[in-house]
């Protein structure tokens, strides 16, 4: 099959060199012009595992083309087109559809036989109408009559196993009231299924909803254990115990209840604020999601609270060292991490930070205000003991592997004075006790 895909950051890239290794032939567009001559040089805008060498050999291959607009004849050889630019919040929370919009109307203004839309950037329930009224406008200026259907194929990967996921998907959901794109949809995910079909289809409106009550979903249980560790914080429970204990149960399983410095990322915070809108919208007040909004804005300053309670509110001669950035381990995604508001915290009493994340420095040079390490209150370091020389505490934020089981003794030779703060609970309080280090982690 052809196909187009628009918006080429971490879902348009993983979705386009994916369909490209089953032997579609796929042409990339994003409006980023650098982005596009990079990915012809070889360069990836993003980490991600397992991507470079999908995208590569393809792009060798011919089968991954990249291109800066709708206009290079390469991306109008196919009649599938998959939206996947941003949808960031707007100042209201709701979606901003601004870039979806414009990629509906790119799609109007150029085609001229049957096409098929899919609606893969993830948009409130009724994004699908407008953005057949976007095309249907643009088709109605060139005076034509185009049949086209726009389909929603919401997107479920997780960044830091992108690329797994997207081969061997729990689920595809696909959204459509017709048969031939229900067809069609079938044949380009089949290869994705070999050994059982895993396809849910739906209306457009139930699969623009699935992708919100996903995430919201994920975003509740993270919130809740958020919650019971501030409750074991002061009842002397160690969360730790707890998470075991429920885990084990299987109708509340063990993923999503790790408790920690908040949820971040460019889905959950936004995903969970469009859907509170999306309830406003209906003058209906959403008393869950705004819980778990409302502890994550909250558990986000929990690590920061901890150090300061221990060292004073002026930390003016203080230095932490940070290990990790982003937002989890496995990307360099740094939109709302909860590290930015730990530094926010830290630099903002006056203390120095020396920070080390082992994929997402380059990310946090450029997007972290300028003026945090032109005043030299903020040092990124290469190596992640080299953080800690002289520093008063070791504060983790990302669970990177190589954070997971470090040289202790060599922490202890290089820090001012034994002190870890633990924001992931990834190591043992006793452990670390025994050995003379005064450990703080998460409702322990
Ligand atoms: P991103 O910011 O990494 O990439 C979006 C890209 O779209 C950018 O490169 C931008 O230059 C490009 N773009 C914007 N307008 C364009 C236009 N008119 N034509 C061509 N290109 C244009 O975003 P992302 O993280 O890939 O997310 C994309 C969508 O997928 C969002 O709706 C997001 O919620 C959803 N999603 C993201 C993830 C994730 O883990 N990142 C997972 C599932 C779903």
Known sequence: MKLTVIGTGYVGLVTGACFAEMGNTVTCVDVDVRKIENLHKGILPIYEPGLEPVVINNYKQGRLRFATSLDDPMSLEGNVFLIAVGTPPGEDGSADLQYVLAAARDIGRRISGYSIVVDKSTVPVGTADKVRAAIQDELKKRSLQVPFDVVSNPEFLKEGAAVEDFMKPDRVVIGTDSDKVRAVMHDLYAPFMRNRERIFFMGVKEAEMTKYAGNAMLATKISFMNEISNLCDRMGVDVESVRHGIGSDSRIGYSFIYPGAGYGGSCFPKDVKALVRMAHEQNF????????????????????????????????????????????????????????????????????????????MPAAQRELPAEWFSSGRLELVPQQYDTLSGADALILVTEWKPFRHPDFDRIRKLLKQPVIFDGRNQYDPATLRAAGFEYTGIGR
Do not use: C
């Open 285 to 360: 007040d959403p008393l869950v999601l705004n819980a778990v909004e409302a502890r994550n804005e909250a558990q986000k300053y929990v690590l920061s609270g901890k150090i300061i309670k221990r060292f004073g509110t002026d930390l003016r001669n203080h230095v932490f060292g940070l290990w990790g950035l982003a937002f989890k381990p496995g990307t360099d995604d740094m939109r709302e991490a909860p590290s930015r508001v730990l530094l926010e915290e830290l630099l903002g009493a006056g203390a120095r930070v020396k920070a080390h994340d082992p994929v997402a």
